[in-house]
């Protein structure tokens, strides 16, 4: 089930603020989780390992709290806040791109100076994440193997030079590209739908998780 990009950003928002500031994390507060998990089902699994990946930050930063804090329940607190927060973003961002965040700010109607600012900056992220990908697919190619000696550490710094280099090359390229369609600070989305059908089924459980929280249920 595929939801509008103004829906998915709005949901997310919404539900982040609405579990931030729960002093009680209860079963109750997963509803709206679990639903939009299980209509996007098909695509959560890519993001399984990565919300693992995160979790192990966050499993560090609930050890510190309950070993130097002593507090077991604050602990657990911040860690079901965490997977909440982060298994309802994977679910509603899931097959959402630059492109479709910008459809998504502009449909909401926030300024547009801000909208552009977060599109260049999605799309600077993404041209970053692919350079770094050429970057380490060609070090597997040559065997490289981490380890904790000098060579290990040298390689790591012309990396992470090589991809700042690079991605500044791209950024030139793509302010070159935008400079000859003729940018002037102002994006025209077009082919796009505002709205589908499936926003109604979300919005109804976001709304269904409000009653629960704010009505005395929860």
Known sequence: MKFSPAAGIFCAAVYSCIIA???QIT???AVFAAGVMLLR????PRYFFRIL?????ILFICATVYLFGDDAQHALLI???YNLI???TAALFCEMNATDFYYGFYTLKLPHKFTVLLFFAIKYIEIIGNEYEKMRNSLKIRNFKPRTDTFTYKTLAYLLGMLLVRSMNRAQ???QAMKMRGFSGRLYPFNFRPFFPADVVVAALLVFQFVLTF???A
């Open 21 to 23: 500031f729960r002093q």
């Open 41 to 44: 089902v098909n695509c959560l």
């Open 86 to 88: 982060v298994c309802v």
């Open 79 to 81: 860690f079901l806040r």
């Open 53 to 57: 990946k995160l979790n192990l930050m």
């Open 27 to 29: 079963p109750a507060d």
């Open 215 to 217: 009505g005395g249920l």
């Open 173 to 175: 390229a793509l302010t």
